[in-house]
């Protein structure tokens, strides 16, 4: 199984609700074949240049495992709806996948040493009252 990212742009003039239904839909068509590592829905954000008329869109970033049959069966399936301004798909490569591992280790020594100055921060203060 391969490693994919999936962003998609979908109409920002639809209910919250549809909008809603559509990520789970999407979801599900993932999970039948794959495995779902994680979904981000980045929210409303202005476009680079409007897509069928609109300035904004909403933007979704799906990352799963995979088999090479499921973002063959995504496209077909965001090609015929409307609801669905763009969409890229990507493999990620494994050098990209080591890198992100590195990142988010990094994040978490950054984020102990934070809590850790919070922490002393905290206790000078007690000491002082």
């Known amino acids: ?3 994919y990212e ?35 829905p980045w929210g409303k954000k202005r476009l680079a240049y409007p897509i069928k008329k609109k300035p904004t869109g909403f933007y979704v970033l799906y990352k799963y495992k995979a088999g090479y049959k499921v973002p ?3 496209v077909d399936d965001m090609n015929i709806n409307s609801s669905v301004l763009r969409y890229m798909t990507l ?7 080591k890198q992100e591992q590195i990142d988010l280790i ?5 984020l102990k040493k934070e809590e850790a100055e919070n922490e ?4 000078d203060k007690k000491e002082i009252n």
Do not use: C, F, H, W
């Open 1 to 3: 199984m391969n490693r």
């Open 106 to 110: 990094a994040a978490g020594k950054e």
């Open 120 to 123: 002393s921060v905290s206790e």
């Open 91 to 97: 493999v990620v490569d494994k050098r990209a996948m």
């Open 6 to 40: 999936t962003m998609l742009i979908i109409d920002p003039t639809l209910d919250q609700d549809k909008v809603e239904s559509l990520i789970s839909r999407y979801e599900g068509m993932i999970k039948a074949d794959g495995e779902i590592i994680s979904i981000d």
């Open 72 to 74: 063959q069966t995504l």
